[in-house]
């Protein structure tokens, strides 16, 4: 076996794990907590997180890992897991399953594998760059050409008008065939298994990014940061089916 393939059976391993902690508490009565970026957090979160950690430590050692409830350790390792136990803790607390657990597994600050694992729905996509799968499946972005045949995605409609400029968004969305907040990581999944054509969040933490990049990119889609520069260096989110992201990105900075 490949040390890829040991590595992407092992995001496997995390992804059933910490799937397993979320399930129990989902729908069900939970303290919810502020952070200081007044983003929610859970017990699941930090529950999830642990346990992942846990394993990561036992199977790589000399392995980094950033998290985003319990922060970094090892942070100088060539090999760095980046964890988000819950994207989409909002969804998750009203019992909307359009959240996901993200993996990732960078070298030298670069991502090697991404999964995105649904664990109500079960649906768990992992990419490596070159290629990405469904449930073991092989799947890719579809073939969009034309805004107007477009299905736009975000998470947040007034995080626009908070980080970037709101006039810009409206634009674009006035040119899509529809437009739907079914957003956080799970939108992402829907551009790489073909069922939607750009998805956007105009910020972002290292967390929330790093493991869509190997799974859009292995889909056949474009992955940038808002001006259309190195998403792994930047602080947003354009993901797109392809021959649309060049005119996406110009829209939404062309305008205001």
Not at 51 to 80: T, V, W
Request: charged share 25%.
């Amino acid at each position: 076996m490949s040390e890829l393939s040991a590595f992407k059976n092992f995001c496997r391993l995390l992804a059933d794990e910490s799937g397993r902690i979320i399930r129990k508490y989902y729908r069900t009565p939970l303290a919810v907590e502020t952070k200081s970026d007044a983003s929610p957090v859970t017990i699941a979160d930090r529950a999830a997180e642990e346990r992942m950690r846990e394993l990561i430590e036992k199977e790589f050692p000399d392995h980094g890992i950033m998290g985003e409830e319990f922060g970094a350790s090892n942070p100088e390792a060539e090999y760095q897991w980046v964890l988000d136990p819950i994207d989409g803790t909002k969804s998750f607390v009203c019992g909307v399953p359009l959240f996901g657990t993200l993996i990732a597994l960078a070298k030298k600050g670069q991502p090697l594998l991404g999964l995105i694992h649904q664990p109500i729905l079960n649906e768990r996509l992992i990419g490596d760059n070159v290629t990405a799968e469904l449930n073991g499946n092989p799947i890719g972005v579809r073939d969009c050409r034309d805004l107007s045949s477009a299905i736009l995605l975000s998470t947040d409609h007034l995080d626009f008008g908070k980080y970037r400029t709101q006039a810009g968004f409206e634009a674009l969305i006035r040119k899509v065939a529809y437009y739907r907040t079914w957003g956080d990581c799970y939108g992402y999944s829907l551009v790489a298994a073909g069922f939607a054509d750009i998805m956007i969040d105009p910020v972002m933490n290292l967390w929330d990014l790093m493991a869509l990049i190997p799974i859009i990119r292995g889909a056949g889609g474009q992955i940038t940061d808002y001006r259309g520069h190195d998403p792994v260096k930047g602080d947003s989110i354009v993901a797109t089916a392809g021959p649309l992201h060049d005119e996406v990105i110009k829209i939404l900075n062309s305008v205001g």
